[in-house]
């Protein structure tokens, strides 16, 4: 596609439940990242992918959290047993890390809501 | 490591009068800056990035900012708010090594009629 594109735009689900989130990212970007926005918050980063490294998890605020990438493209952020903490909006965003200078694009974003 | 601070979390101007959003980087490495703005409800997008050519950068709807490796600074500035410029307002810095994007905490601006 043209852009990032993520998935469910809009998820409830209740407490103790999983969750996962889609990011289908530009094609040929090597770099993904996964943020957290919380209501009022600036944003937080999870996780960064970039080509075959290994990825920086350093972002992840418990083992409740994580993050595949298959193939090199498509990602998946797992939430498990969520909590209420956990609402917010999460963002996707892709670059060509490649290329210096190259911005990072972002997806809309995936609304969280743990009821 | 590479980090931004954006002094001010919130900002407000009046209408008309100038913008200034300030943004501190910290690289070991020669940086990359972006300034990227999230209008409610809606997505980031970017308004401008210094990529080590002129350090003057003009970006869309009549944003600048200026890179001062003196300063370390790369402050957003416009000489006329408009309401439509009321957002939140986001730093970023990569290096030309890791090429991570590091985002700062963000300023929100309030353009006030």
């Known amino acids: 596609g043209a852009g990032v594109s993520q998935s469910p735009s809009n998820k409830v689900t209740e407490k103790g439940k999983d969750v996962e989130l889609r990011c289908d990212p530009i094609s040929g970007h090597t770099a993904l990242y996964w943020y957290r926005q919380s209501l009022g918050q600036g944003l937080e980063f999870l996780i960064y992918f970039q080509g075959n490294s290994a990825p920086d998890k350093s972002g992840l605020p418990s083992d409740r959290f994580s993050a595949e990438r298959t193939g090199g493209s498509v990602s998946t952020l797992t939430i498990q047993r969520t909590q209420q903490e956990d609402s917010a909006v999460y963002l996707c965003?892709?670059?060509?890390?490649?290329?210096?200078?190259?911005?990072?694009?972002f997806g809309q974003g995936t609304r969280l809501t743990v009821v | 490591a590479q980090s931004v601070t954006q002094l001010g979390s919130h900002v407000s101007v009046s209408e008309g009068a100038l913008v200034l959003l300030r943004c501190n980087y910290s690289?070991?490495?020669?940086?990359?800056l972006f300034w990227y703005v999230q209008y409610p409800n809606q997505g980031l997008q970017l308004l401008l990035k210094y990529t080590s050519a002129a350090t003057l950068v003009k970006g869309i709807n009549g944003f600048e900012a200026e890179f001062k490796k003196s300063e370390t600074s790369f402050h957003l500035t416009k000489p006329s708010a408009h309401m439509s410029d009321a957002a939140e307002y986001f730093c970023?810095?990569?290096?030309?090594?890791?090429?991570?994007?590091?985002f700062g905490t963000g300023t929100k601006l309030q353009v006030i009629p």
């Open positions: 690289s070991s490495v020669p940086p990359y």
């Open positions: 965003a892709s670059s060509l890390a490649q290329v210096g200078g190259t911005e990072a694009f």
């Open positions: 970023a810095v990569s290096d030309t090594s890791y090429q991570k994007v590091t």
